[in-house]
């Protein structure tokens, strides 16, 4: 199933690279890798797989987001989220696409490809950091009691800080649909995204509630600079950074 046309504890947490998350204060994030998915595709197993790889590598960051048009099928995705499909064809919208696909995976919000070839999916990061596409603005960001603050450095630009929440890592049984029996891990799940400030090029310092992380399995957020379209859709990454709790995968 490829394609579907159609016109989201301790009490300091900091940016960790161990886990394969993120990056340290010190280190900008090879790319940001978004992985459009859905438990009730046949061909998003191997692309959930190819996500993991990218996480246990680290130095990139890696998200899933659980879409529910393959509900359909007979297996209602446990992960999905409206929210998550609105997501995807607002990138549509934003890449000038009439539809969207699973799995589909887009880097740095500026293109698109199929999500299980790896191998594109990594040249793709390099190529985009060898044009000037890559991750320009740094973020560094940490977790202490119920505050998690935010640094955003200088740049050029107008730019969305956007908060993505997610579950670091789930496992799900399969009873019905195209993946009927299968047992499949899936990692850094998004369960939200919120959208918490504007930035316009100077360097900027937030403190918002850290209320979301530790609350219905929520282990991590990522932290996004995300340019948009003229009608509000997601377009370009310029920084960001990853916040977990201690848990590895």
């Known amino acids: 199933m490829i394609s579907r046309i159609l016109s989201g504890l301790a009490l300091?947490?900091?940016i960790t690279l161990a886990s394969g998350a993120g990056a340290t204060?010190?280190?900008v994030p090879k790319g940001v890798v978004e992985l459009f998915t859905s438990q009730g595709c046949s061909s998003c197993p191997p692309a959930d797989k190819a996500l993991e790889t990218l996480?246990?590598?680290?130095g990139i960051v890696a998200l899933s987001y659980h879409v529910d048009y393959w509900n359909y099928l007979g297996w209602a995705d446990t992960l999905a989220s409206p929210e998550n499909t609105a997501r995807q064809y607002?990138?549509?919208?934003s890449l000038g696409r009439t539809g969207v696909y699973t799995p589909q995976a887009l880097v740095n919000g500026r293109d698109h490809l199929k999500g299980t070839d790896l191998g594109m999916i990594e040249r793709k990061l390099d190529a985009l950091r060898a044009q000037g596409d890559g991750l320009t603005v740094p973020i560094s960001a940490n977790r202490r009691g119920d505050e998690l603050s935010i640094t955003v450095g200088a740049g050029k630009g107008r730019a969305e800080v956007v908060i993505v929440y997610f579950r670091q890592h789930q496992t799900v049984e399969v009873t019905k649909g195209e993946n009927t029996g299968k047992t499949i891990d899936y990692?850094?799940?998004?369960?939200?995204?919120?959208s918490v400030a504007m930035w316009n090029g100077a360097a900027l310092d937030l403190t918002?509630?850290?209320k979301k992380i530790g609350t219905d399995g929520v282990d991590g957020c990522a932290i996004l600079l995300q340019s948009t379209g003229p009608h509000g859709e997601p377009a370009a990454?310029?920084?960001?950074?990853?916040?977990?709790?201690a848990t590895k995968l």
């Open 237 to 245: 990454i310029l920084g960001a950074t990853v916040l977990t709790t």
């Open 25 to 27: 204060d010190a280190t």
């Open 55 to 58: 996480v246990r590598k680290g």
């Open 90 to 93: 607002a990138y549509a919208r």
């Open 12 to 14: 300091s947490c900091t």
């Open 187 to 194: 990692v850094n799940s998004v369960s939200d995204v919120q």
């Open 208 to 210: 918002l509630p850290a």
